[in-house]
């Protein structure tokens, strides 16, 4: 009630008023709210209160989330559009900006372009997808109960996910197979 707040109050055409505020502005880049959710987070704000206070849902929120916290360099090269956010979103499948970087040096020259399929596949090498028939065999489930760790993707129609430990998966499927040989 004590801050005074400087208002224009302008009478005629208010729709011309809207149109121009609307034409001249320049759209927030999303790489800017992927950082700003993160900066509300790291200011203590949980991810239900972001997504009730913008109007979206929670998912979304903790996708942005995770595109905020991938390497500062591949921010600046999706900023400078020299991927699209289809592979930036590839790149959150790794928490380790090391790696990250790593895929990005080896995939960003190709002439073809930086496909998001190529991104995903140098990620997750050395783990089993959780939709492979190996995967499917072995069950998420299962597998988190031998406490296995998952790598989920937060950006996947299907709530897909790598199985991490594949010495693991080998086990839990050779006792699967033993199981049903007796």
């Known amino acids: ?9 302008r009478t005629g055409n208010t729709s011309e ?18 950082e700003a959710f993160a ?17 979206v849902a929670e998912k979304l929120v903790r996708q942005r989330l995770k595109l905020g916290k991938v390497a500062p360099k591949l921010l600046a090269a999706y900023r400078a559009e020299e991927m699209d956010l289809e592979t930036l979103t590839a790149f959150t499948l790794s928490d380790s ?17 930086v496909s998001p399929h190529t991104v995903r596949r140098l990620l997750t090498e050395k783990s089993i997808a959780s939709g492979s028939r190996l995967g499917r065999f072995v069950g ?4 988190e109960q031998a406490g296995g760790r998952v790598t989920r993707d937060l950006f996947s129609e299907r709530d897909e996910g790598y199985l991490d430990d594949v010495k ?15």
């Open 97 to 113: 900006h090391k790696r990250q970087l790593a895929v990005w040096k080896q995939v960003r020259n190709e002439h073809y372009g």
């Open 140 to 143: 998420i489930e299962a597998y």
């Open 39 to 55: 900066a509300l987070v790291d200011a203590g704000e949980t991810v239900p209160a972001i997504a009730s206070r913008f109007g």
């Open 168 to 182: 693991l998966v080998h086990k839990l499927a050779l006792r699967k197979l033993e199981a049903k040989a007796r």
């Open 17 to 34: 008023i809207s149109l121009a505020e609307n034409i001249v502005r320049q759209a927030m880049h999303p790489a800017d709210q992927f």
């Open 1 to 9: 009630p004590d801050c005074v707040v400087p208002c224009f109050v």
